[in-house]
């Protein structure tokens, strides 16, 4: 881009935005699968399932949890921008059952970029991260053709309470505490045919920290808890269940999945995304995605960006836990269960 960075055209100077535009599911587990081995007794998760973040014991009672994310934007609103990076990136500590304690900014920018958008973006960040209750402590900024802007986040957590992606208990009910949609609307609000309502109700919900549903989960028998991203719900419940070669299998609700209205309809009108063909890809034969409505189909692979926590609860207490995450997450619902496999990993009933 040439000449001064245009004010509230962040859109227009990338191709892709928010989680979406993350590096597919397949090509990152090759990816992953070239680098070595790390053998340290004290890191307790690394990347080999996947999970939301890494934990590394400090000593014989907690740990230390550590992410990173950032992204290019996925509105022209600066600081909403910087809301919902800030909030996507600490989401991870909150999927893990920890609390942030500190943060560093990530800010790629281009140099012609306009210092208040620059500032608004940043401002943005700030005010989630201290939402979060944690602290902001520095961080790193390079130009850059495309504006993109995270967080690396440091949490702590009992490491007794961790909870892991890939451990779900058979018989624990699913739990999903924000809708679905965000993607496929942002991305017809980047084509001009989002109405601007559909766009302000993705971006709350996108700006809403996951922080109080972790914390009301911490009360209750979660047995597995992830937080659902670009990959999309299907790509994580897939995750959550060990892939095709664990032993749980995860029986989808498709009638209670939390769907942001409008989503629905740019999905049946062909509003897609290039992610969420990259999800589908990648399921591949491990669920029946034929046996559902194309609607649906899509809403299950649909890349969420900062979306909600996904976690399996017991199921005596699913219906209580469900009844204190929607004080904050209205739209949170149960929308599977956990069963012994007998075919494929992901069902729907």
Aim: with cysteine.
């Amino acid at each position: 881009m040439s000449g001064k960075f245009p004010a509230r055209q962040l859109l227009s100077s990338c191709t892709s935005g928010g989680c979406g535009a993350k590096v597919g599911p397949g090509e990152l587990s090759s990816l992953l699968g070239c680098l070595p081995v790390f053998a340290d007794p004290k890191l307790v998760v690394g990347y080999e399932t996947g999970d939301d973040a890494a934990v590394y014991e400090i000593d014989g009672e907690r740990s230390i949890i550590s992410t990173a994310d950032f992204f290019s934007p996925m509105t022209d609103d600066p600081a909403a921008f910087g809301r919902i990076a800030a909030a996507n990136a600490m989401s991870d500590v909150w999927a893990m059952g920890g609390r942030v304690l500190f943060v560093l900014n990530l800010f790629c920018f281009p140099e012609t970029m306009e210092t208040d958008v620059a500032m608004e973006i940043l401002a943005g960040g700030a005010e989630k991260i201290a939402e979060a209750g944690a602290a902001l402590g520095g961080g790193h900024s390079i130009y850059d053709r495309e504006p993109k802007y995270g967080l690396a986040v440091t949490g702590i957590a009992e490491t007794k309470r961790i909870t892991r992606n890939n451990t779900p208990a058979l018989g624990h009910k699913v739990i999903l505490t924000k809708p679905l949609g965000t993607g496929i609307i942002m991305a017809a609000n980047r084509g001009g045919a989002a109405s601007p309502g559909a766009v302000r109700e993705a971006v709350m919900v996108m700006e809403r920290l996951n922080r109080r549903a972790s914390e009301r989960a911490g009360d209750f028998n979660v047995s597995a808890c992830t937080d659902v991203t670009g990959f999309g719900l299907l790509v994580h419940a897939l995750e959550m269940v060990g892939g095709d070669s664990g032993g749980a299998c995860m029986r989808i609700f498709p009638d209670s999945l939390p769907i942001l209205p409008e989503a629905a309809r740019y999905a049946a009108e062909y509003l897609l995304t290039a992610a969420g063909q990259r999800n589908r890809n990648y399921v591949g034969g491990s669920t029946d995605l034929d046996a559902l409505p194309f609607v649906v189909q899509e809403i299950l692979c649909d890349p969420q960006t900062s979306g909600g926590l996904l976690m399996a609860a017991a199921p005596g207490e699913a219906e209580a836990l469900l009844g204190c995450i929607r004080e904050g997450d209205p739209q949170a619902a149960i929308i599977g269960e956990i069963t012994e496999r007998t075919g494929r990993p992901v069902e729907f009933a």
